[in-house]
């Protein structure tokens, strides 16, 4: 299974743009990209998922360049409710039956 | 119902004691997933359930960790002669097969708020 690196930590503003960017060098092809949010004392929330290009949905937005060996989750104007760690994932892999596998994610605090 | 409940929410119990945390997925769920968080780290996979069998449990640390889910639906994590080692949040979660799609947004992937394991 392909590995993912992201920034351990992050900080930023109210009302800023955040980006957080991944690299999963060894991705397969049948593997899609997954971004998790996880609050303290929650489990993590599926947050986006794409294959290749953009894809935007109501929360954020998920570039992946060509080559898939990276990919950037893009926040728009974070609230301080943004505040939480974000995992990058590759898969759920059809052959690893939806395992899936964490690395230690991003800790995103949104200062006032 | 509505979400992946577990219980208990937290749980202390003495080092050597034999503890078991209960996962009730969603329903029509019929994937099964433990996970075990330390602090600080990502969640780590122990063990898959398809139905009632265990179709991975290479994430199993080793033989004091036992899972089951003889009807399909609850699952209960058993870990005997607890170590302070053993002191993580365990995570539940369901989906729908995972085999008809790759996509979490087909699955319904849902992880449970976890149960609060602590070992003194």
């Known amino acids: 299974l392909a590995k993912t690196t992201q920034p351990i930590s992050m900080d930023s503003y109210e009302g800023q743009e955040v980006n957080i960017t991944c690299s999963h060098n060894n991705i397969a092809t049948n593997d899609y990209i997954t971004w998790y949010q996880q609050f303290p004392s929650q489990g993590p929330r599926f947050i986006i998922q794409g294959y290749k290009t953009k894809v935007t949905n109501e929360v954020a937005s998920l570039f992946i360049p060509a080559d898939r060996k990276s990919s950037t989750l893009s926040l728009p104007r974070v609230s301080l409710s943004d505040t939480a760690v974000y995992y990058c994932l590759v898969g759920p892999h059809k052959n690893q039956g939806g395992k899936l596998i964490f690395g230690q994610g991003t800790e995103l605090s949104v200062k006032p | 119902g509505a979400g992946v409940s577990q219980t208990p929410s937290n749980k202390v119990t003495e080092k050597g004691k034999y503890v078991e945390l209960r996962c009730d997925p969603i329903?029509?769920?019929?994937?099964l997933y433990w996970y075990r968080q330390s602090l600080g780290q990502g969640p780590e996979f122990l063990i898959y359930?398809?139905?009632?069998?265990?179709?991975?449990d290479s994430g199993l640390p080793n033989d004091r960790f036992f899972a089951v889910r003889p009807e399909g639906s609850v699952s209960t994590l058993k870990i005997q002669r607890t170590e302070r080692g053993d002191s993580a949040v365990y995570l539940c979660a369901s989906s729908l097969d995972p085999h008809r799609s790759l996509a979490s947004e087909d699955h319904g992937y849902t992880f449970g708020s976890g149960t609060r394991l602590t070992v003194v």
């Open positions: 359930f398809q139905g009632t069998g265990a179709a991975d």
């Open positions: 329903s029509g769920h019929t994937a």
